[in-house]
């Protein structure tokens, strides 16, 4: 009985046996998980930056007063009239005509200029409105971002470990949206994952 001849080597990227990876299938899943890593870095950063829209908000809430175009209290500009006519009859400028009678101001009034410093009662309310716009858009988008920093960082370690599929499927469709390196990094992922070898490795697991 002639003898069998020896077996082939395995080319370089073949998977040793059925139930195992190829190397190249190996590591694509390794630089997805890395990238994925880094993806979710960059995301929860820029997740700080809709904080911004929230301070200023608040800014507005809390002191709505500093948008006025006047700077000074009620009644400061009278004060500096009457002042200003009383350097004109002391210096010899045109006098006026009759004497300048200055009318009491009621109690209401008086109250009100004495309380100057509240510039709420004299925004209007659509101010208001517009800094609670700011901070719900400030809040919304961080956390919408670092959800999504949160499933990148979920889904690198999903490729590293073989699991759960779809999660990192659906992960990649959202990724699409940060272009260009979250939109290569999703289009990359959803062919890698869309392999026999690879489908075949996820369920396994």
């Known amino acids: 009985m002639a003898a069998l001849p020896p077996a082939l080597p395995l080319e370089p990227g073949?998977?040793?046996?059925?139930?195992?990876?190829?190397?190249?299938?190996?590591?694509?899943?390794?630089?997805?998980?890395?990238?994925?890593?880094?993806?979710?870095?960059?995301?929860?950063?820029?997740?700080?930056?809709?904080?911004?829209?929230?301070?200023?908000?608040?800014?507005?809430?809390?002191?709505?007063?500093?948008?006025?175009?006047?700077?000074?209290?009620?009644?400061?500009?009278?004060?500096?009239?009457?002042?200003?006519?009383?350097?004109?009859?002391?210096?010899?400028?045109?006098?006026?005509?009759?004497?300048?009678?200055?009318?009491?101001?009621?109690?209401?009034?008086?109250?009100?200029?004495?309380?100057?410093?509240?510039?709420?009662?004299?925004?209007?309310?659509e101010l208001k409105v517009f800094g609670g716009f700011m901070v719900a858009f400030g809040l919304l988008g961080t956390l919408f971002l670092f959800a999504l920093a949160t499933l990148m960082v979920v889904t690198g370690r999903s490729l590293q470990k073989r699991k759960r599929r779809v999660l990192c499927l659906v992960t990649a469709g959202l990724s699409l949206i940060s272009v260009p390196f979250g939109t290569a990094l999703g289009v990359f992922t959803i062919i890698v994952l869309q392999r026999p070898a690879i489908v075949a490795a996820f369920q396994r697991k």
């Open 14 to 125: 073949l998977a040793s046996s059925p139930g195992q990876l190829s190397e190249s299938d190996a590591s694509h899943l390794q630089l997805l998980a890395i990238f994925h890593y880094i993806l979710g870095g960059l995301t929860f950063f820029f997740g700080l930056l809709p904080l911004l829209y929230v301070a200023f908000g608040f800014v507005m809430l809390a002191n709505p007063g500093i948008f006025d175009e006047y700077n000074g209290a009620p009644g400061e500009h009278s004060h500096q009239t009457h002042e200003q006519m009383q350097e004109d009859v002391l210096f010899g400028k045109d006098v006026p005509p009759e004497p300048i009678a200055v009318e009491a101001m009621p109690e209401q009034e008086l109250e009100l200029d004495h309380n100057w410093d509240t510039p709420s009662q004299r925004v209007p309310p």
